[in-house]
């Protein structure tokens, strides 16, 4: 898959099928568009393109803190396993806030991306002001020589299938819900780093990650989990939060996995949060911890493996 992080760029030679969109959690919705995306581009023959952004429009405008399902790595990775051809992660910045949205049809959806299809949902809107929206697109299209495809949200249990729903049911550590409206387990993914070693001396070697800050993540506590590493998949427990009991001041992501004695400093690993299981708790003894760590784990602590 061809990246392009600055519209000045786009130099596409083949026409496209564009969807539009911010793509954030690439979540059932999304696949909607992605979906009718490839179906029209094999029917047609077009290579496959992604247009967003590299961050939320509406947080750049509001300069808000906005926190994302998925970082714009994990984003761009997973389309590419999806079979995008390209993906535009425009930077959103003065000029294209300020760009009529006719100009953005004609300069970067017609000229640049030289689309033959555009697949968009209702709520999508675009260039200066939000002026530019479905209707655009379609009346536009008819001038300019492509067609548009504008898609009705999904939904689920009354609500309409949104990120900005997503992240609150995440929020809320209702994973079930999360995932089922993702079409797959959360995730969060980075390098494994080195931890101050407690869980080796206590009998739970872990591994610690500490997400990027726009990476959302749910409340603080105990999770069952699947952790990927070098493609291959474990069960394990993963804690999110500040390890209290220890000291308190150590904010990420801390993973024990099941019957496994490796050393994986330094690799990227994948975990899955599957359940919530109980808050984030203090305990009064490090012997009181480890009581509990086998209760999370199902009694499957063992002896120091990661050296």
């Known amino acids: 898959m061809r990246y392009i992080n600055d519209v000045n760029a ?44 590299n961050i939320s429009p509406q947080a750049r405008i509001s300069h808000r803190k906005y926190r994302t399902l998925l970082t714009n790595e994990e984003r761009r990775a997973m389309l590419e396993e999806m079979g995008m051809d390209l993906l535009v992660e425009c930077r959103f910045n003065d000029a294209m806030r300020n760009m009529e949205a006719e100009n953005f049809i004609r300069k970067i959806i017609v000229e640049g991306l030289k689309a033959k299809v555009v697949v968009a949902g209702t709520d999508f809107c675009f260039g200066k002001d939000r002026r530019g929206n479905g209707e655009m697109l379609l009346k536009m299209g008819k001038e300019l020589g492509f067609e548009t495809y504008i898609l009705e949200k999904e939904t689920a249990d009354g609500h309409e299938i949104s990120s900005t729903y997503i992240r609150e049911k995440l929020e809320a550590g209702e994973m079930d819900t999360v995932n089922r409206l993702l079409t797959y387990d959360f995730f969060v993914t980075g390098p494994v780093l080195h931890g101050a070693a407690l869980g080796r001396k206590l009998g739970f070697p872990t591994i610690n990650q500490i997400p990027p800050d726009e990476k959302l993540l749910p409340p603080k506590g105990v999770y069952k989990s699947r952790t990927e590493i070098d493609g291959h998949v474990y069960e394990s427990v993963t804690n999110i939060g500040t390890k209290p009991t220890v000291d308190g001041s150590f904010m990420g992501v801390e993973t024990y996995i099941f019957d496994f004695d490796e050393n994986v400093y330094g690799k990227e690993a994948k975990v899955y949060l599957l359940e919530h299981t109980r808050p984030e708790m203090k305990f009064s003894s490090l012997e009181e911890l480890t009581a509990q760590l086998r209760i999370d784990s199902g009694d499957r602590l063992k002896e120091p493996v990661l050296d």
């Open 10 to 53: 786009i130099n596409q030679e083949k026409h496209t099928a564009v969807t539009l969109g911010k793509f954030d959690g690439i979540h059932k919705g999304h696949r909607k568009l992605l979906t009718l995306l490839g179906k029209l581009a094999e029917e047609e023959q077009l290579e496959k393109a992604v247009f967003t952004f």
